[in-house]
């Protein structure tokens, strides 16, 4: 059965998200022992369909014309935005350039055709460009020096960003 959802707008740094149930994904209440760190648990869990990039984009295109935003909305509300959880947890690691600290973070990846087809639609209207990569769909389920979690725009930088695969959480 297709899960259909209400668009739920540009956040307030221009990104889209659909919001999941984290305990949907086993995020308990405590922290986690990973690779020697204590990992906080993700209060709120979400799958970034847009990044802030992308997003701001839109947001421009949306001010510039309304009936855009009106297209926009009624194709997300008409694409099936089901998923399914897998088992690959992945460990990211990236270096902040200006304090030095290191962000980390524990997701999992999620299967999603709809952001697929949503990113084949914007492509379609001239919003992005064509060789715009459709983000790793993942809920990012723990994070250490990274409240937010770590963005994750492409294929590409999953695999530059990952630094193991997660058998089993504690």
């Given at each position: 059965?297709?899960?259909?959802?209400?668009?739920?707008?540009?956040?307030?740094?221009?990104?889209?998200?659909?919001?999941?149930?984290?305990?949907?994904?086993g995020i308990g209440v405590e922290p986690v022992n990973y690779a020697g760190k204590l990992f906080l648990p993700k209060q709120e869990a979400h799958i970034t369909v847009l990044g802030s990039?992308?997003?701001?984009?839109?947001?421009?295109?949306?001010?510039?014309?309304?009936?855009?935003?009106?297209?926009?909305?009624?194709?997300?509300e008409d694409i099936d935005w089901r998923y399914e959880k897998t088992s690959d947890l992945r460990h990211l690691v990236r270096q902040q350039t200006n304090d030095g600290d290191v962000e980390e973070s524990i997701i999992m990846l999620?299967?999603?055709?709809?952001?697929?087809?949503?990113?084949?639609?914007?492509?379609?209207?001239?919003?992005?460009?064509?060789?715009?990569?459709?983000?790793?769909?993942?809920?990012?389920?723990y994070t250490h020096n990274s409240d937010p979690g770590i963005g994750v725009h492409s294929d590409a930088e999953l695999a530059e960003l990952t630094r193991g695969k997660i058998e089993h959480l504690a």
């Open positions: 059965m297709p899960l259909r959802l209400k668009w739920p707008g540009l956040g307030p740094l221009n990104t889209l998200v659909i919001s999941v149930d984290r305990h949907e994904f990039t992308a997003g701001s984009r839109l947001s421009q295109q949306f001010d510039h014309d309304s009936g855009i935003e009106r297209k926009v909305r009624q194709d997300f999620v299967r999603m055709d709809g952001m697929t087809v949503f990113y084949k639609r914007l492509t379609a209207l001239g919003l992005i460009p064509a060789d715009h990569p459709v983000p790793p769909a993942h809920v990012t389920l």
